[in-house]
């Protein structure tokens, strides 16, 4: 079995490639990891929240940061991931992160606990067309307009869902809208922030965690949300211990994974993987979820969001290994307009063109 550190290694030695090298292959292998591990911490997490109604989300959420600091600690020690020491400079060059970093874990933790799967999935969906906006105002991105449409589908789909949900929550609606900003914001400041110099991938997940995990245990401790945890009746039940264990390394597991997708593609991309792979949950939750309430209206959103995110999917990694063909062939044209002609005249001179 492939240990977490065998993973880091294997991962930095292939995101250490230049650009021009990060071939499809790769861009959908980082996507598909985000998928997967996003997926699952949303069920492990729904059965800690619900299923056992565990009292305290923010709990959970210092539980991620303390295994993301421990794991990239030890393997800075052992050298498996390099990223700079801490110094005066790490704040300024990591902000906003950490207070998008902790918004994203509160708001989204919150909403998991306060609303059904599928609903959740489905109002997340507005997150994309926030990375979009942000994507074109902070990074100066321009979108392709058949990437809008795909975009646009997506979130139109996620209206028509919310329109029939009967079992209606102010407070959970306003933490995942909340939700939807902390990540589309936190998405586009990783794209910008992994050029960083001395940051990189590893540094922006260890000073995110590691900057606002006092700052979090304190607001805990004074809000009566760390005595709640701490007197949690199932501590010494196993399968529960076993859960929260799960939850914390899934939670460093999927902030990795959203910065290497990050990495390899854009924080668009990166958000309507995340799209996608929630449509996915929202079926599930149909049929193991047990706290969703089936109306038609609500399926023919869900299946918009799916036909517009698989669009925007096949138009960004079906093209993604032509850039790099149409770039070799520039190349290639330059060098060709770059060379100059020689020949020989008849008394055996070199006449250059």
């Known amino acids: 079995m492939l240990t977490i550190t065998t993973i880091l290694e294997v991962m930095s030695t292939s995101a250490n490639l230049p650009e021009a090298e990060h071939s499809g292959l790769l861009k959908f292998l980082s996507a598909a990891f985000y998928a997967v591990s996003s997926f699952l911490i949303i069920v492990v997490n729904k059965t800690i929240l619900t299923n056992y109604r565990f009292p305290s989300y923010m709990f959970l959420g210092i539980g991620q940061m303390a295994t993301t600091i421990i794991i990239l600690y030890a ?18 060059k990591i902000f906003p992160l950490p207070l998008l970093y902790v918004g994203n874990h509160i708001t989204g933790l919150a909403g998991t606990k306060k609303l059904s799967l599928p609903m959740f999935t489905v109002l997340r969906k507005f997150t994309i067309l926030m990375t979009m906006i942000m994507e074109a105002r902070i990074l100066k991105k321009k979108i392709p307009s058949r990437l809008i449409y795909s975009v646009l589908a997506i979130v139109f789909g996620a209206l028509v869902a919310a329109s029939s949900d009967l ?6 609606y306003t933490f995942i809208l909340l939700n939807d900003v902390f990540t589309a914001a936190s998405g586009v400041y990783t794209k910008k922030k992994l050029g960083t110099e001395g940051l990189g991938k590893y540094g922006i997940l260890f000073y995110n965690a ?9 607001a805990s401790a004074f809000t009566g949300d760390l005595h709640k945890a701490i ?21 460093f597991v999927l902030m990795y994974s959203i910065v290497l997708c990050s990495h390899y593609n854009s924080a668009l991309t990166t958000t309507v993987v995340g799209a996608i792979k929630n449509v996915a949950v929202a079926y599930i939750g149909m049929f193991l979820g047990g706290d969703y309430l089936f109306s038609w209206t609500n399926f023919l959103g869900l299946n918009i969001c799916i036909s517009g995110g698989l669009v925007y999917s096949y138009l960004t990694f079906h093209s993604s290994s032509k850039p790099s063909q149409c770039n070799g062939s520039r190349i290639q044209k ?6 100059i002609p020689i020949m020989e005249d008849s008394t055996d001179r070199l006449l250059v063109k």
């Open 75 to 92: 393997a800075k020690i052992n050298q498996t991931v390099h990223f700079q020491d801490f110094d005066r400079s790490i704040f300024i």
């Open 231 to 251: 007197t949690y009746e199932h501590w010494l039940n196993t399968p529960f211990v076993s859960c929260f264990l799960m939850s914390c390394i899934m939670g």
């Open 334 to 339: 330059k060098q060709d307009q770059l060379k």
């Open 210 to 218: 590691f900057i606002i995990f006092i700052p979090t245990l304190l």
């Open 167 to 172: 079992a209606f929550d102010a407070e959970g």
